[in-house]
């Protein structure tokens, strides 16, 4: 069965470094795009970034851009978020979740059960 | 932050049907762009209810449905479970944040 699981969250300073990681299993891994979507304590869903299947290509929300860089190995079947000069807004729980696609249209389909980052000092 | 509108909350009770809205804008529902939902449970991993506005992935009971009209969405849970208490999200993509978004979540409560 498809499954992801997201480790390396934790508590870190403002203005320091975190590497997520996103391990996949059960499926095909270099035939699927992954996705880093977040969520701040009492907030919604927050998309963050996206990285294709064969890592070409790369997209990342503004709110991110120029701070955190999405990554992928595939002889580890795993997807890394690489997150730098992290803010207290980037607090939360962040999930990966495979992109599925129908006829062209794009969603989550499957997602991991999350890993918490919290930024204090 | 979130560009998809929801009521924050809607009950009813068991056996009953609720309705959920997100409402959009012409650079994302408005535009053409198709809408998901997702059903959360703090703690778990979210779950893909609906996917390209009507369509249910495999073991999605009939309960829950789909639409979209203009520059809103819609989904419908018929015959209300206590199973069925979660947070909702509907999720498009807009165009001129060149993003994907989503909805500000609906608690849905089953009295």
């Known amino acids: 069965q498809v499954q992801l699981v997201e480790s390396g969250g934790g508590v870190v300073q403002p203005g320091r470094s975190l590497r997520l990681s996103c391990a996949a299993s059960?499926?095909?891994?270099?035939?699927?795009?992954i996705h880093w979507v977040r969520q701040a304590p009492g907030k919604g869903l927050e998309w963050v970034a996206v990285?294709?299947?064969?890592?070409?290509?790369?997209f990342y929300a503004d709110s991110v851009k120029g701070r955190f860089t999405i990554s992928r190995d595939s002889s580890k079947n795993t997807v890394y978020l690489q997150m730098n000069s992290l803010r207290a807004e980037d607090t939360g729980v962040y999930y990966c979740?495979?992109?599925?696609?129908?006829?062209?249209?794009?969603?989550?389909?499957?997602w991991g059960l999350g890993t918490p980052v919290t930024v204090s000092s | 932050q979130s560009v998809l509108t929801q009521p924050p909350s809607v009950s009813g009770a068991p056996g009953q049907r609720v309705t959920i809205f997100c409402t959009g804008s012409s650079s994302n529902i408005g535009a053409g762009y198709d809408v998901h939902w997702y059903q959360y449970l703090p703690g778990t991993a979210p779950k893909l209810l609906i996917y390209v506005n009507s369509n249910r992935p495999s073991g999605v009971p009939d309960r829950f449905s789909g639409s979209k009209s203009g520059t809103s969405a819609s989904l419908a849970i018929t015959g209300l479970q206590a199973e069925d208490e979660a947070d909702y999200y509907c999720q498009s993509y807009d165009s001129s944040l060149s993003a994907y978004v989503f909805g500000t979540g609906t608690k849905v409560t089953v009295l």
């Open positions: 059960g499926f095909t891994f270099s035939r699927y795009s």
């Open positions: 979740a495979r992109e599925d696609c129908s006829g062209g249209i794009c969603y989550f389909g499957y």
């Open positions: 990285i294709s299947y064969d890592g070409s290509n790369k």
